[in-house]
């Protein structure tokens, strides 16, 4: 029982928690001084008194009721980001996999990076890259979501090279 202790006692100096143990290593030991069939789990942060040398002045905003955009959502400049990012960054690549499954995530941050470089207010950005072999085959791509044609609009632009193909589709959703 005291190998047990000392193994609870030094789980919880260095790891601030017990909640590594498994309920059977821990069920009807002593745990200071009290006998109890469970312990409950309480981490580092979970602590009265942890948050208190990090707390942060609440704002109070007031509500804009605002439903429609001041400015419009700049499509054409966002067709060339695409064009422009896409092709530079496939102009001379050759179709591999593992290359192009990083590729997809290394363009999406960069068009959205300089999406969010036009400082357009209120506008969620969602970027979709597809990128494949280029074979004897075709791809058919469809979405779906809640849509306000008054304020939400997209870009799409298509790629070809000798080896692969590339979509890429930016979504400009006006959020209230």
Known sequence: MSDTMNKVARLWKTRGSISSLGSH?????????????SIST?????????HD??????????????LGPT???PVVTVNNILKDVVSSYLQEEKYEADLCRQMTKTISEVIKARIKDLMVPRY????????????KQSILVGSRCLW?????????YSFKNRSLFALANVYAVYSE
């Open 25 to 37: 290593e821990v069920r009807a030991k002593e745990f200071l001084g009290k006998t109890k069939d």
């Open 42 to 50: 309480l981490s580092y942060m979970d602590e009265p008194g942890h």
């Open 53 to 66: 040398d990090i707390l942060r002045p609440t704002i109070q905003m007031e509500n804009t009721y605002r």
């Open 71 to 73: 400015k419009c959502f």
């Open 124 to 135: 969620k950005i969602i970027v979709i890259i597809y990128i494949g072999q280029l074979e």
């Open 148 to 156: 306000d044609t008054t304020s939400d609009t997209f870009s799409s």
